[in-house]
């Protein structure tokens, strides 16, 4: 395992991919982080109309400002975006900052939105100043794109079997190498703050 003793301010973001199960998962790692993070970036499989009912439900509940993302949208500590259903979201770094983009697009791994399409750019984008987590879902989505933020440098979490609802996607990124520490869905927030803080 990697020595991950940065100092806190290595970090710049934070990316997240879950699927069957994951509306649940992502909340019990939200609501138990403070307000001042790096951003957190979400792609949760699920068709429009009900990202943005589920970002505000987040909202009212995390410390964290929660929101559907929107195309263009800058990225800044304290604040989380979910991808619209139906888009592909992809985060962009330039001079100015971060920021993500959100289109019409193909899917990716069958799924629009994609946690490869997303977790694939934060690994071109941020590189190894990213952590990026993997939580219960169905099939392989996330997986290759969770594997390309590893070689890129960034600290990866997946959850456990045990904790997950479908140890689909955190089980193919944890047998592609993908995954730095795996655990129980009530340990995966105290891992991403012992990283990062």
Same mark, same amino acid.
Not at 78 to 91: D, H, S
Not at 138 to 156: F, Q, R, V
């Given at each position: 395992?990697?020595?991950?003793?940065?100092?806190?301010?290595?970090?710049?973001?934070?990316?997240?991919?879950?699927?069957?199960? &994951?509306?649940?998962?992502?909340?019990?790692?939200? +609501? @138990?982080?403070? $307000?001042?993070? #790096?951003? /957190?970036?979400?792609?949760?499989?699920?068709?429009?109309?009900?990202?943005?009912?589920?970002?505000?439900?987040?909202?009212?509940?995390?410390?964290?400002?929660?929101?559907?993302?929107?195309?263009?949208?800058?990225?800044?500590?304290?604040?989380?975006?979910?991808?619209?259903?139906?888009?592909?979201?992809?985060?962009?770094?330039?001079?100015? &900052?971060?920021?993500?983009?959100?289109?019409?697009? +193909? @899917?990716?791994? $069958?799924?629009? #939105?994609? /946690?490869?399409?997303?977790?694939?750019?934060?690994a071109k984008a941020i590189?190894?100043?990213?952590?990026?987590?993997?939580?219960?879902?169905?099939?392989?989505?996330?997986?290759?794109?969770?594997?390309?933020?590893?070689?890129?440098?960034?600290?990866?979490?997946?959850?456990?079997?045990?904790?997950?609802?479908?140890y689909g996607m955190p089980?193919?990124?944890?047998?592609?190498?993908?995954?730095?520490?795996?655990?129980n869905l009530s340990e995966?927030?105290?891992?991403?703050?012992?990283?990062?803080?």
């Open positions: 395992m990697k020595d991950f003793s940065f100092p806190k301010n290595h970090f710049q973001l934070i990316a997240m991919g879950a699927s069957t199960g &994951g509306t649940e998962a992502l909340l019990a790692v939200l +609501e @138990k982080l403070p $307000g001042n993070l #790096p951003p /957190i970036v979400i792609t949760q499989h699920m068709p429009p109309v009900f990202t943005n009912m589920y970002a505000e439900r987040l909202n009212r509940i995390c410390k964290m400002e929660v929101r559907e993302a929107k195309d263009g949208d800058p990225l800044y500590p304290g604040l989380c975006l979910i991808a619209p259903g139906g888009l592909q979201m992809q985060v962009l770094k330039d001079s100015s &900052g971060m920021r993500v983009e959100c289109k019409e697009g +193909e @899917k990716v791994s $069958g799924h629009c #939105p994609s /946690i490869d399409y997303l977790f694939s750019s934060v590189g190894a100043h990213a952590v990026g987590i993997i939580l219960t879902g169905m099939g392989k989505d996330g997986a290759n794109g969770l594997l390309s933020m590893h070689e890129a440098g960034a600290y990866t979490l997946g959850q456990d079997e045990k904790s997950s609802i479908v089980m193919e990124a944890y047998k592609l190498g993908a995954v730095d520490r795996q655990g995966i927030a105290n891992y991403l703050l012992s990283a990062i803080q």
